[in-house]
C-alpha cells in the first residue's frame, strides 16, 4: 500500500492554518461589532454627561434653574443630588471608555493573528485535490475512505480545540462574575449592619464594596466578550451584558438623606440577583460545552481506531 505519511501531514498543518482563518474572522467580525456597540455607548454617555454637568453648573450659578430649586425643597440638596447624578454617568463613561480600548486592543491582534492566512483555505483545498488524485490513480479502494476520515478527523480535531477554548473562556468569565458577587455580598452584609445602625463605619465599608463591584464588574464584561467571540467561533451567537452596578450609591453613602439605607440595601440584593442569574447562565452554558467537547473526544477517538484498522488491514 503506498505511503501517504508525507501529504497527510502537509493536510494537517493547511487544515489547522485554514481553521484558523476561519476562527479568527469569525472573532475579528464579532469584536468590530462590539466596538461599534461601544462607540455608540461612549458617544451617548458623553452627551448625558454634557448635560447633567450643564445642570450642575447651572445650579452652581445660581440664576431662575436655582430660584426654582429652591421652592422645591433644598438648594443644596437638589445640586448634591445633580452632581451624584453626573458622576454616575461620568464612571460610566469611564468605564465604557476602558472596554473600547480592550476591545480595539483585541481587534490589533486579531489583525495581527490573520496576517499571513489570507490563502489558507485555497492551499487546504489544492492539497485535497492532489490527496484525491494520487488515491484514484492507485487504484487503491481504501483511498476514499482514507481521505474521509483524514477530513473528518481534522475537523473533529478543530472543533473539539474550539469547544474546549470556549468552555475555558466561560470558565473564566464565571470566575470574574463570581469577584462580582463577592464584593456585592460584602457590600450586602454592610448595608444590613448600615440598617440597624451601622453608622459611618458601615457606610465607609458599603461603599469601598461598591467601589470594589463596579471595578470587578468591567473585569467580568471583558470576560464575557471574550467568552462571547469564543461561542461565535463555535455558532452561537450572544451577546451577554452584566448588569450595571448603579454607582450614584457612591453619592448614596455622603448624602444619606437623598435615599434612604433601605432603598440602597434593596438596590444592593437587585443587583446581585441579576449578576447570580447571569452567573447560573454561563455555568450552565460551559456544562453544555463540556458534553459537547466529551462527545466530540468519543468521535475522534473512533476515527482514529478506524483509520488505523484500515492502515494495519
Not at 422645591?72 to 480600548?101: H, I, P
Not at 437587585?270 to 460551559?286: L, P, Y
Request: charged fraction near 30%; hydrophobic fraction near 40%; aromatic fraction near 4%.
Amino acid at each position: 500500500m503506498t505511503s501517504y505519511t508525507p501529504i497527510d501531514d502537509d493536510l494537517r498543518t493547511a487544515r489547522e492554518r485554514a481553521r484558523r482563518l476561519d476562527r479568527l474572522t469569525a472573532q475579528h467580525r464579532a469584536v468590530a461589532v462590539q466596538i461599534e456597540e461601544a462607540g455608540r455607548l461612549v458617544a451617548d454617555l458623553e452627551a448625558r454627561l454634557a448635560e447633567e454637568e450643564d445642570d450642575v453648573s447651572r445650579l452652581e450659578k445660581g440664576g431662575f434653574a436655582a430660584f426654582l430649586s429652591g421652592l422645591a425643597g433644598s438648594r443644596q440638596d437638589r445640586l448634591d443630588r445633580e452632581r451624584a447624578e453626573a458622576e454616575v454617568v461620568r464612571e460610566r463613561l469611564r468605564g465604557q471608555r476602558t472596554r473600547l480600548q480592550w476591545l480595539q486592543s483585541d481587534l490589533a491582534a486579531l489583525s495581527g493573528g490573520l496576517a499571513g492566512l489570507e490563502n489558507a483555505r485555497q492551499e487546504f483545498d489544492i492539497l485535497l485535490g492532489h490527496k484525491e488524485r494520487l488515491l484514484v490513480g492507485s487504484d487503491d479502494p481504501r483511498g476514499r475512505e482514507l481521505v474521509e476520515i483524514s477530513r473528518n478527523l481534522a475537523d473533529t480535531a478543530a472543533d473539539l480545540r474550539e469547544h474546549e477554548e470556549a468552555r475555558q473562556a466561560g470558565i473564566e468569565a464565571g470566575h470574574a462574575i463570581g469577584q462580582v458577587l463577592r464584593c456585592l455580598g460584602g457590600a450586602r452584609g454592610a448595608s444590613t449592619w448600615d440598617l440597624i445602625g451601622g453608622g459611618t463605619i458601615a457606610d465607609m465599608m458599603e461603599h469601598g464594596h461598591l467601589r470594589r463591584a463596579d471595578e470587578a464588574t468591567w473585569h467580568a464584561q471583558q470576560a464575557l466578550d471574550a467568552f462571547a467571540r469564543e461561542l461565535a467561533d463555535i455558532g452561537t451567537h450572544v451577546a451577554p451584558a452584566m448588569p450595571e452596578v448603579d454607582t450614584r450609591w457612591f453619592a448614596d453613602t455622603f448624602f444619606d438623606n437623598i435615599i434612604t439605607d433601605a432603598i440602597k440595601h434593596q438596590r444592593i440584593s437587585r443587583t446581585g440577583e441579576a449578576v447570580a442569574e447571569m452567573g447560573r447562565w454561563v455555568g450552565e452554558t460551559v456544562d453544555g460545552l463540556a458534553s459537547r467537547s466529551a462527545e466530540l473526544a468519543v468521535r475522534r477517538d473512533r476515527l482514529v481506531a478506524r483509520r488505523e484498522e484500515i492502515l494495519a488491514g
